[in-house]
């Protein structure tokens, strides 16, 4: 698992210290920042979730471009904003400056997250899943440290000064950076084609593969429901009585086991078919949301939050590499900022719909309902995108 392509390692480090910077910029800071400048929790919730439509938008129009012009300077751009933007925080006074700054703050990740995917499934087709796992695990120890890190200097210090940390550490990310390799050998190609031309080829390449819509809203659908998880779980732990504590706790396992399992979910994938190993994910996450009301203490939430990391490892690696396969190569980067802008939607849309559920059902309706419906969406997606074994590994 050590021995990856040229250049794999510094993209390695280069994104687990852009994204652990730009989680500690996150929480639990900007909830924080943005209530001391007068906003409202609805303001609040548009504040954390702006940057994320940003990436609904921007994703699937970022892939196309560097389908086109090469990925590496949409690679250094990106790094360019995040190490320029958090320095621009200490100037924000009112809740709606904060916003837009969140929007362009946004757009770095809009950038990196298609791109990097991109570099990563163009480096070979040999073990791509189990590469595509080990990669995310870069991407995903953010969630781990990020919030306690900055939770300890806002211990001693202010938002400011959590703010100038993360783009010092932005800045550090340019080090690894420099040994990125970048495959170049289909732009003189694509460029031979007139702007306009390329875009229309990659919207209808796009929206006709069925595998990409397929693994598009099943990322919508899972995402949707592990956002609502981060939303709500809180309450409903102190409702059933485990206390905060327990929701914390929950959320560090899902992570640290969704991390642990991913290299071996995505050399799964690539040995036993990715069809077989998305459906036992699921089977996994689904369960776990269905069981989880009726768990009577808090060390069975913690295990089932096991459960819920395991299907989380098992089904992401297989989902991307799926779209590496079956995607056009002159028009990866395209796909990839689709299904990126699709997962991004669940995002968003998975609080609000479960939100608007929780006004009218009690939890102990809600969450199995979810799991129930997660399921059900996930096995009607891959029996019309795999009656013949189409979603296995070519």
Request: hydrophobic fraction near 55%; charged fraction near 10%.
């Given at each position: 698992m050590l021995r990856q392509p040229s250049g794999f390692w510094g993209l390695f480090a280069t994104d687990m210290i852009v994204r652990a910077a730009y989680q500690m910029a996150k929480s639990p800071v900007l909830p924080i920042l943005a209530a001391s400048l007068g906003a409202n929790k609805l303001m609040i919730g548009t504040i954390i979730g702006v940057s994320t439509l940003t990436g609904t938008v921007f994703k699937p129009i970022v892939g196309m471009l560097s389908d086109r012009y090469g990925r590496r300077i949409f690679f250094f751009t990106a790094l360019l904003l995040f190490a320029g933007f958090p320095f621009l925080y200490r100037f924000v006074h009112t809740p709606d400056q904060l916003v837009w700054m969140r929007v362009l703050h946004g757009t770095a990740t809009a950038i990196f997250g298609p791109v990097t995917l991109a570099i990563v499934t163009e480096m070979s087709t040999q073990s791509r899943g189990a590469r595509l796992g080990l990669f995310e695990m870069a991407r995903g120890s953010g969630h781990l440290i990020a919030p306690a890190v900055a939770g300890f200097i806002l211990a001693w210090s202010s938002p400011e000064v959590v703010f100038t940390v993360v783009g010092l550490m932005s800045c550090a990310a340019f080090v690894p950076a420099l040994f990125v390799r970048f495959d170049e050998s289909r732009r003189e190609a694509v460029e031979r084609t007139s702007f306009l031309a390329e875009l229309i080829d990659g919207v209808k390449h796009a929206a006709t593969r069925r595998?990409?819509?397929?693994?598009?809203?099943?990322?919508?659908?899972?995402?949707?429901?592990?956002?609502?998880?981060?939303?709500?779980?809180?309450?409903?732990?102190?409702?059933?009585?485990?206390?905060?504590?327990?929701?914390?706790?929950?959320?560090?396992?899902?992570?640290?086991?969704?991390?642990?399992?991913?290299?071996?979910?995505?050399?799964?994938?690539?040995?036993?078919?990715?069809?077989?190993?998305?459906?036992?994910?699921?089977?996994?996450?689904?369960?776990?949301?269905?069981?989880?009301?009726?768990?009577?203490?808090?060390?069975?939430?913690?295990?089932?939050?096991?459960?819920?990391?395991?299907?989380?490892?098992?089904?992401?690696?297989?989902?991307?590499?799926?779209?590496?396969?079956?995607?056009?190569?002159?028009?990866?980067?395209?796909?990839?900022?689709?299904?990126?802008?699709?997962?991004?939607?669940?995002?968003?849309?998975?609080?609000?719909?479960?939100?608007?559920?929780?006004?009218?059902?009690?939890?102990?309706?809600?969450?199995?309902?979810?799991?129930?419906?997660?399921?059900?969406?996930?096995?009607?997606?891959?029996?019309?995108?795999?009656?013949?074994?189409?979603?296995?590994?070519?």
């Open positions: 595998e990409l819509w397929f693994v598009g809203m099943l990322e919508f659908a899972i995402y949707g429901s592990i956002y609502s998880l981060k939303a709500f779980l809180p309450i409903f732990a102190l409702e059933a009585g485990y206390g905060v504590w327990a929701a914390g706790l929950f959320f560090t396992f899902q992570e640290a086991t969704h991390l642990l399992v991913r290299p071996f979910g995505g050399r799964l994938g690539d040995r036993r078919g990715y069809a077989p190993t998305i459906a036992f994910g699921l089977v996994a996450i689904g369960g776990a949301l269905v069981a989880l009301p009726s768990a009577p203490n808090a060390s069975v939430l913690l295990a089932l939050a096991v459960v819920v990391g395991i299907g989380q490892g098992l089904t992401f690696p297989s989902t991307v590499a799926l779209i590496g396969n079956r995607i056009a190569a002159s028009h990866i980067g395209m796909g990839l900022g689709f299904y990126g802008a699709l997962r991004n939607g669940g995002k968003v849309a998975g609080p609000i719909i479960v939100g608007a559920l929780l006004q009218v059902f009690a939890a102990k309706l809600v969450f199995p309902g979810l799991g129930i419906a997660a399921l059900l969406v996930a096995v009607a997606l891959l029996i019309l995108a795999a009656p013949r074994g189409r979603v296995q590994t070519p």
